[in-house]
């Protein structure tokens, strides 16, 4: 999966490996270590999918013509990939689409209260979800 989000954000414009982490965990709540970006990054560079631009102590990734073939690829043989998978992975493949997918929300929910605690708000953190919990039970409950 972190090849295919890799290819994916690359589609959107250059980033660095940084760019890349901080933004999987802007939008699905998890954070992929270096130690597997980087080494991705670079295996991505020498199969010709990516291209490096070097700018002072960072480097630039863009995807390759080829890298573009391959995300389309990906997103082709996603709908195989659904049939023989479950529940819980079929709404990530159809979440990696979808920006505004509801499967986004909940990781970056779980990601901000964690933070939240860390930061010694984990009452308040827990109080709005709660009213979020009850408020949704009211419209569920509406009909």
């Not at 699905?28 to 700018?55: D, F, N, T």
Request: aromatic share 8%.
């Amino acid at each position: 999966m972190l090849r295919a989000w890799v290819l994916k954000l690359l589609s959107e414009g250059e980033k660095t490996g940084y760019e890349i982490i901080k933004e999987m965990e802007k939008r699905i709540g998890w954070q992929p270590s270096p130690g597997s970006v980087y080494p991705l990054l670079q295996m991505l560079g020498e199969e010709g999918l990516l291209s490096p631009r070097p700018a002072g102590n960072k480097v630039y990734w863009s995807l390759t013509p080829e890298g573009q073939r391959c995300l389309d690829e990906l997103r082709e043989r996603r709908k195989e990939w659904l049939r023989e998978l479950g529940i819980k992975e079929q709404a990530v493949w159809k979440a990696f689409d979808d920006p505004h997918h509801p499967m986004l929300l909940l990781p970056r929910m779980a990601h901000l209260v964690r933070e939240a605690f860390s930061k010694g708000k984990g009452r308040e953190a827990f109080r709005i979800l709660e009213e979020a919990r009850d408020r949704l039970a009211e419209l569920v409950e509406e009909g």
